[in-house]
């Protein structure tokens, strides 16, 4: 009877392997150590196991079933550590842990005597078999009570328990299933029962899975699982029950054992045909969705705008995996932290973090892996990840995608990680592509300001020549009229002359305005010197007055009584207050346009400068405009980041009044109650007294 060697042979070698593996992966864990001891007992067990198959005389038959049963007895109290271990309460039940390793030493006495092992003796085929004595009862309660009991336990907490270690659980169950009730195939014979151990091989399909459960963090689902695993049972089952079968029935032992040998061979080939076949057809979904991540992963290179790249990302998952929410974060080199920028929530109210530092321990797990992470191997309780997939460019961390629960708090497997792997090195390229757009954008941008600037310029001197010959036509006519004064009447006369004198008074005005615009529009030198703060407000209403003026703008000044000189370049100051005073207006202008003005309100903008220490000096530039919303206060300061329409604004000059702020050692910021409630930029400067 080679099979039940061989079996017990298979068991030991496949328990040796896998408690090896657990102790080397980790030892200074308390599962893996627990584990190591479980399965180590079911290994010795195993070789003694064979060792007595093997024998051929009844003493050495007796001493390897006392030896085997002296390893058997640990099993139970082994298996009660891990599964307290497994669930996280080996502390609670440490007491019960302790007491029961010593109920196994007791047996472990009595084994060495016919209280436990009287003798051996044939039964059905087996030349020796062991005759349980008065203390071998008391050994199976405490195995089936205390194996009983650890499952309970395990099923108590189950609920508590989500993702890889809710599935480790459900590895368990199935694992006991298969392999206790495979082991316990050996008792009856002990008292005389006549059933044939068959299911011994099956305790190795139990370590197997338990291994799989505790060690391994990508798991398959528990329907991969069993699929496998009902696959492995036919085959096997088939492969060697079959000769085994032909062998016991019609006495041809010879035959059957090469048979079984043949069939052994062809198995894996078998079993690895049947098993893709089956997987095929059960995973459908979830290849169907990994499929379409695939796919969207190479169409995305072709979305320019970053912001509608990553919120495509999460919507898209969502759509497609039916997590209950995912969220990307991108980092903000200003802030050094990882902002959360998008979210998409399908189920419940997860309490997502808005934002994460670079030594967040969730970051640093994606900083120190590269790859994605399931929940449980980051240690997050809140919120409850069931994947983080990182995304690099070079060597930093861009950005990383959370994503809560599958459908069923199915987890996810090896196969997800590894679509979601070419998802983020996909993100990756597309990040680059629309940073470089934006890049390019810019340019066109500056590009597009500076011509604008100089056609300005250019405008200005093709109006200041036929101005300057509007003046000296102005004095001609001035002295023909003095040569007249005796023809025309004096009222004529003076009406004229007052005439002439008006439009003199407004062609010197254009004067002065071409004067500032040129002054405006010029390259500035940077040049920081003292410069009276009234000069800067004779240039600044020389320029934007008829703009106030043609929108209806009632403009209000409030400045200082006293002299001030501030340590400033003229032109760049100027040019902060004309974007200012240019987003006031067209900010007041929007919301009469869209009707949201009331009965009080009022085109009004008020520049109040006072000093707020002896030498700084505090300019609040405020209006009755749309507001601002309170998210977008910081972000209007940004590159490219408008809330006006296209053909009105090029979201720089905001961006440029920071700059030029900041260059003159100040700080600007602006401030509003909200939508419709006006805003307030203010910036502060020092200044010679």
Same mark, same amino acid.
């Not at 967040?360 to 990840?385: A, D, F, T």
């Not at 009406?495 to 003199?504: P, Q, S, T």
């Not at 085109?603 to 009755?624: G, H, Q, V, W």
């Given at each position: 009877?080679?099979?039940?060697?061989?079996?017990?042979?298979?068991?030991?070698?496949?328990?040796?392997?896998?408690?090896?593996?657990?102790?080397?992966?980790?030892?200074?864990?308390?599962?893996?150590?627990?584990?190591?001891?479980?399965?180590?007992?079911?290994?010795?067990?195993?070789?003694?196991?064979?060792?007595?198959?093997?024998?051929?005389?009844?003493?050495?038959?007796?001493?390897?079933?006392?030896?085997?049963?002296?390893?058997?007895?640990?099993?139970?109290?082994?298996?009660?550590?891990?599964?307290?271990?497994?669930?996280?309460?080996?502390?609670?039940?440490?007491?019960?842990?302790?007491?029961?390793?010593?109920?196994?030493?007791?047996?472990?006495?009595?084994?060495?005597?016919?209280?436990?092992?009287?003798?051996?003796?044939?039964?059905?085929?087996?030349?020796?078999?062991?005759?349980?004595?008065?203390?071998?009862?008391?050994?199976?309660?405490?195995?089936?009570?205390?194996?009983?009991?650890?499952?309970?336990?395990?099923?108590?907490?189950?609920?508590?328990?989500?993702?890889?270690?809710?599935?480790?659980?459900?590895?368990?169950?199935?694992?006991?299933?298969?392999?206790?009730?495979?082991?316990?195939?050996?008792?009856?014979?002990?008292?005389?029962?006549?059933?044939?151990? =068959?299911?011994?091989?099956? &305790?190795? #399909?139990? %370590? *197997? !899975?338990?291994? $799989? /459960?505790?060690?391994?963090?990508?798991?398959?689902? =528990?329907?991969?699982?069993? &699929?496998? #695993?009902? %696959? *492995? !049972?036919?085959? $096997? /089952?088939?492969?060697?029950?079959?000769?085994?079968?032909?062998?016991?029935?019609?006495?041809?032992?010879?035959?059957?054992?090469?048979?079984?040998?043949?069939?052994?061979?062809?198995?894996?080939?078998?079993?690895?045909?049947?098993?893709?076949?089956?997987?095929?057809?059960?995973?459908?979904?979830?290849?169907?969705?990994?499929?379409?991540?695939?796919?969207?992963?190479?169409?995305?290179?072709?979305?320019?705008?970053?912001?509608?790249?990553?919120?495509?990302?999460?919507?898209?998952?969502?759509?497609?995996?039916?997590?209950?929410?995912?969220?990307?974060?991108?980092?903000?080199?200003?802030?050094?932290?990882?902002?959360?920028?998008?979210?998409?929530?399908?189920?419940?109210?997860?309490?997502?973090?808005?934002?994460?530092?670079?030594?967040?321990?969730?970051?640093?797990?994606?900083?120190?892996?590269?790859?994605?992470?399931?929940?449980?191997?980051?240690?997050?309780?809140?919120?409850?990840?069931?994947?983080?997939?990182?995304?690099?460019?070079?060597?930093?961390?861009?950005?990383?995608?959370?994503?809560?629960?599958?459908?069923?708090?199915?987890?996810?497997?090896?196969?997800?990680?590894?679509?979601?792997?070419?998802?983020?090195?996909?993100?990756?390229?597309?990040?680059?592509?629309?940073?470089?757009?934006?890049?390019?954008?810019?340019?066109?941008?500056?590009?597009?300001?500076?011509?604008?600037?100089?056609?300005?310029?250019?405008?200005?001197?093709?109006?200041?020549?036929?101005?300057?010959?509007?003046?000296?036509?102005?004095?001609?006519?001035?002295?023909?009229?003095?040569?007249?004064?005796?023809?025309?009447?004096?009222?004529?006369?003076?009406?004229?002359?007052?005439?002439?004198?008006?439009?003199?008074?407004?062609?010197?005005?254009?004067?002065?305005?071409?004067?500032?615009?040129?002054?405006?529009?010029?390259?500035?030198?940077?040049?920081?010197?003292?410069?009276?703060?009234?000069?800067?407000?004779?240039?600044?209403?020389?320029?934007?007055?008829?703009?106030?003026?043609?929108?209806?703008?009632?403009?209000?000044?409030?400045?200082?009584?006293?002299?001030?000189?501030?340590?400033?370049?003229?032109?760049?100051?100027?040019?902060?207050?004309?974007?200012?005073?240019?987003?006031?207006?067209?900010?007041?202008?929007?919301?009469?346009?869209?009707?949201?003005?009331?009965?009080?309100?009022?085109?009004?903008?008020?520049?109040?400068?006072?000093?707020?220490?002896?030498?700084?000096?505090?300019?609040?530039?405020?209006?009755?405009?749309?507001?601002?919303?309170?998210?977008?206060?910081?972000?209007?300061?940004?590159?490219?980041?408008?809330?006006?329409?296209?053909?009105?604004?090029?979201?720089?000059?905001?961006?440029?009044?920071?700059?030029?702020?900041?260059?003159?050692?100040?700080?600007?910021?602006?401030?509003?109650?909200?939508?419709?409630?006006?805003?307030?930029?203010?910036?502060?400067?020092?200044?010679?007294?």
């Amino acid at each position: 009877m080679i099979f039940f060697p061989l079996s017990a042979l298979v068991n030991a070698i496949t328990s040796t392997i896998v408690s090896i593996i657990a102790l080397v992966k980790n030892p200074k864990s308390d599962l893996n150590r627990s584990f190591c001891y479980f399965a180590s007992s079911v290994a010795l067990w195993s070789y003694c196991y064979f060792f007595w198959q093997l024998s051929r005389d009844a003493n050495a038959a007796l001493f390897w079933c006392r030896t085997l049963m002296g390893f058997a007895i640990f099993i139970p109290s082994a298996f009660f550590h891990f599964s307290t271990t497994l669930i996280g309460q080996r502390q609670k039940y440490g007491h019960k842990i302790i007491f029961w390793y010593c109920v196994s030493i007791i047996f472990l006495v009595l084994d060495f005597t016919p209280l436990f092992v009287k003798d051996v003796r044939p039964r059905l085929f087996f030349p020796f078999w062991p005759t349980a004595g008065i203390a071998y009862a008391p050994f199976l309660l405490m195995f089936i009570g205390l194996t009983l009991y650890s499952h309970i336990l395990m099923f108590k907490n189950w609920k508590f328990f989500s993702g890889v270690r809710r599935n480790q659980i459900k590895y368990i169950f199935l694992g006991t299933a298969i392999g206790f009730l495979g082991g316990t195939t050996n008792y009856p014979l002990w008292y005389d029962i006549k059933i044939i151990p =068959i299911g011994n091989i099956f &305790v190795s #399909v139990y %370590v *197997f !899975l338990v291994f $799989y /459960a505790i060690i391994k963090f990508r798991l398959m689902d =528990i329907s991969t699982l069993l &699929v496998r #695993v009902s %696959v *492995f !049972l036919i085959v $096997y /089952a088939t492969v060697l029950g079959v000769p085994f079968y032909v062998g016991y029935k019609y006495g041809l032992w010879k035959q059957a054992t090469w048979a079984m040998l043949v069939l052994a061979t062809l198995g894996p080939f078998i079993y690895l045909a049947l098993q893709r076949r089956a997987e095929k057809i059960i995973l459908k979904a979830q290849k169907t969705y990994q499929a379409a991540l695939r796919e969207i992963s190479f169409t995305m290179i072709n979305i320019k705008d970053l912001d509608l790249l990553l919120n495509n990302i999460v919507l898209k998952v969502v759509s497609l995996v039916s997590v209950t929410w995912a969220a990307i974060y991108f980092f903000d080199e200003k802030q050094k932290k990882f902002i959360l920028k998008h979210q998409s929530i399908r189920l419940g109210n997860p309490d997502l973090m808005q934002e994460y530092s670079f030594n967040s321990p969730l970051v640093e797990s994606l900083n120190q892996s590269r790859e994605p992470l399931i929940g449980e191997e980051i240690g997050l309780s809140s919120p409850k990840i069931g994947l983080a997939v990182p995304c690099f460019i070079d060597n930093d961390l861009v950005c990383f995608l959370l994503l809560g629960d599958k459908p069923k708090n199915a987890i996810f497997t090896q196969d997800d990680a590894s679509v979601f792997t070419v998802l983020s090195s996909q993100t990756a390229l597309a990040i680059q592509n629309c940073q470089f757009y934006s890049q390019e954008r810019q340019r066109q941008q500056y590009m597009r300001v500076a011509s604008l600037d100089r056609q300005m310029a250019g405008l200005a001197h093709e109006i200041d020549n036929p101005n300057s010959a509007l003046l000296g036509s102005l004095g001609s006519l001035e002295l023909v009229l003095d040569d007249l004064k005796e023809v025309i009447p004096t009222d004529k006369m003076e009406y004229l002359k007052k005439k002439i004198e008006r439009a003199r008074f407004n062609s010197k005005r254009i004067s002065k305005m071409i004067t500032s615009v040129r002054e405006f529009s010029r390259a500035s030198t940077g040049e920081v010197i003292p410069i009276k703060f009234e000069w800067i407000m004779e240039g600044l209403l020389n320029i934007i007055e008829p703009q106030f003026k043609y929108n209806g703008v009632n403009f209000i000044q409030e400045l200082p009584n006293e002299e001030v000189w501030l340590r400033a370049n003229k032109v760049e100051i100027e040019q902060v207050l004309v974007n200012l005073g240019t987003n006031s207006t067209q900010a007041i202008n929007e919301i009469w346009l869209k009707g949201q003005n009331s009965p009080e309100s009022k085109k009004e903008i008020t520049l109040r400068a006072y000093k707020t220490t002896p030498n700084t000096l505090r300019i609040d530039f405020s209006d009755t405009g749309g507001g601002i919303k309170k998210e977008l206060l910081e972000d209007i300061f940004l590159d490219f980041v408008t809330t006006k329409g296209s053909a009105e604004g090029t979201g720089l000059g905001l961006s440029i009044s920071r700059k030029i702020i900041q260059k003159h050692n100040g700080k600007i910021w602006a401030e509003s109650e909200g939508e419709n409630k006006g805003a307030v930029f203010t910036h502060r400067h020092r200044f010679f007294s």
